[in-house]
C-alpha cells in the first residue's frame, strides 16, 4: 500500500476474488490504518460490483476511514451485498432505494452507480 504501483497489484488481485474472499480481506485488514499510520501517496481502490467499476479515494490524512471504506464496499455484509446482486441482476431491478441509517452511504453507493435513484437517510 505504501506506492502506487503496489497498490494497483494489490488493487488488481483483490478485483479477482470471490465476495467471500473480500469479506476474508474485509475481516483482517478494514482496520489496518486504524493504528498504523498514514499513507504516503494518495489514490484510488477500485471495486467492481455487478459490472460497474467503483473508485473510492485514498488519502493521507484520512486513510484510516478511506481505507475501510474501500474494502467494505464488496467485503462487509456480504449476504446483503448478494442480495444487491441478485436485485441488480433480475428483470424487475428496482427503481428507488432507501437506505434507513446509511452511515458513510456505501450501500447507496452500490445502487447508485447502477443508475438507480437513492435516498439515504
Known sequence: ???RTCRACLNAAYR????DQQATVHARFAKLF???GELREPGFW????????????????SMWLDWDNAVSLSGHDIEV???????LGSR???????????????HSLLFLVHGVDTIAF
Not at 16 to 19: D, S, V
Open 34 to 36: 486504524r493504528e498504523r
Open 92 to 106: 424487475r431491478r428496482p427503481e428507488l432505494f432507501l437506505d434507513i441509517g446509511a452511515n458513510y452511504g456505501t
Open 1 to 3: 500500500m505504501a506506492n
Open 16 to 19: 479477482g476474488l470471490t465476495l
Open 46 to 61: 477500485t471495486v467492481r460490483f455487478a459490472g460497474r467499476r467503483v473508485r473510492m479515494p485514498l488519502r493521507p490524512f
Open 81 to 87: 451485498k448478494k442480495t444487491y446482486l441478485s436485485l
